[in-house]
């Protein structure tokens, strides 16, 4: 198990435990119920535990947290678990071993309520060696990840994005961690496979886009 606890927002009910809620209450409502209170529960839990709450028992998380009991980016406060959504097109083997290609451990996948056998939808997570603080940082993290795994939702990218439990977690709940240098270098090994010849100009619209500033070599 690993030795730290993760920082996360999870909502202590699930679907199932609101009274009557799919007679009473549309499923807009349902998410304006788990829009308004998820950032009202912090907790630190361990990633077995925050794996089998989520994946296993159905539980809505956040993987960010938030300041002011307010789930807005505006109102970011750190993140390291960053999960990825994948819906109908790839096995989650597949993902996994591409992941394992390239060195980047998955902490733990889950399968989604709507996931058959014939249309698997899942989730991925990946848990960061150290929280992260900037809400830009996080983005970019957000952002290489989704490059690399291109088959994942794209509006993953929001630091602030809501995800549902799921039916099972698949496969074991993994010790290992990411971390930010092997991250920059599979990312850029992944732009420079899919366009050798536009690598450069690819690399320097996303330090454009997102605000990165360029040093030299010695360069403090």
Do not use: W
Not at 1 to 10: A, D, V
Not at 17 to 44: E, N, T, W
Not at 177 to 191: A, F, G, K
């Amino acid at each position: 198990m690993l030795q730290f606890c993760i920082g996360t927002h999870y909502l202590p009910f699930t679907y199932q435990d609101i009274p009557d809620c799919r007679l009473r209450y549309s499923s807009r409502a349902i998410l304006g119920i788990f829009h308004k209170r998820i950032a009202g529960y912090l907790v630190s839990i361990d990633i077995d535990e925050l794996a089998d709450k989520v994946g296993n028992q159905g539980h809505t998380f956040c993987p960010a947290t938030f300041m002011n009991n307010k789930r807005k980016a505006t109102d970011f406060a750190r993140m390291q678990v960053f999960t990825l959504d994948f819906d109908c097109g790839i096995p989650a083997e597949e993902v996994r071993r591409q992941a394992e290609r390239c060195m980047l451990p998955v902490s733990f996948m889950y399968h989604s309520f709507s996931s058959t056998s014939e249309c698997p939808r899942f989730r991925t997570a990946f848990v960061n060696d150290v929280p992260v603080t900037d809400k830009k940082a996080a983005e970019i993290i957000l952002s290489m990840l989704l490059e690399i795994f291109p088959e994942a939702d794209k509006s993953c990218k929001d630091v602030s994005r809501m995800f549902f439990g799921g039916k099972g977690v698949i496969g074991n709940v993994q010790d290992e961690v990411i971390n930010i240098e092997n991250l920059v270098e599979q990312y850029h090994r992944t732009c420079f496979v899919k366009e050798p010849k536009s690598y450069s100009r690819n690399i320097l619209i996303v330090v454009l886009v997102h605000g990165i500033v360029l040093m030299s070599a010695g360069q403090d």
